[in-house]
């Protein structure tokens, strides 16, 4: 467990360099959300006393439209989606690389690094698990 946490934990830390690549190669500017496009839907559940009820929530991307600096209009998906995403019309921080602006992405610190924070808290568990497996 520990080796597999410690492989969990270096993927972490490919993912937030490659963030950091990311924002050391585009430029900046602000863009609007135009629209939201369904993703799916997640199942969450309840628990009430005695029975189990699956819930499904709908899932939304926004899609982002901006101008970069030679004034081209550019529009994207966002990498991510949740159920109760920013409403049409909101302004939003967007980095993009200048050859290919359909790359963009949102710029905040979720949608730039949670997934290497979400794997880093797979890899702590893991290999936490493990070292106290071998303390025993």
């Given at each position: 467990?520990?080796?597999?946490?410690?492989?969990?934990?270096?993927?972490?830390?490919?993912?937030?360099?490659?963030?950091?690549?990311?924002?050391?190669?585009?430029?900046?500017?602000?863009?609007?959300?135009?629209?939201?496009?369904?993703?799916?839907?997640?199942?969450?559940?309840?628990?009430?006393?005695?029975?189990?009820?699956?819930?499904?929530?709908?899932?939304?991307?926004?899609?982002?439209?901006?101008?970069?600096?030679?004034?081209?209009?550019?529009?994207?998906?966002?990498?991510?989606?949740?159920?109760?995403?920013?409403?049409?019309?909101?302004?939003?921080?967007?980095?993009?690389?200048?050859?290919?602006?359909?790359?963009?992405?949102?710029?905040?610190?979720?949608?730039?690094?949670?997934?290497?924070?979400i794997i880093l808290l797979i890899g702590a568990v893991f290999a936490g698990a493990g070292i106290l497996?071998?303390?025993?």
């Amino acid at each position: 467990m520990v080796l597999v946490g410690t492989l969990i934990l270096a993927l972490s830390t490919w993912y937030a360099l490659e963030a950091i690549r990311f924002i050391s190669v585009t430029e900046s500017t602000v863009g609007e959300i135009i629209d939201h496009k369904f993703t799916g839907g997640l199942n969450t559940g309840t628990r009430e006393v005695g029975s189990y009820q699956t819930k499904t929530t709908a899932m939304y991307a926004p899609i982002v439209s901006f101008k970069t600096s030679t004034g081209a209009t550019v529009r994207f998906q966002a990498n991510w989606s949740e159920g109760d995403p920013p409403p049409v019309g909101s302004t939003v921080s967007v980095r993009y690389p200048v050859q290919n602006p359909q790359k963009g992405r949102i710029s905040g610190i979720t949608s730039l690094f949670g997934g290497a924070a979400i794997i880093l808290l797979i890899g702590a568990v893991f290999a936490g698990a493990g070292i106290l497996i071998i303390r025993k």
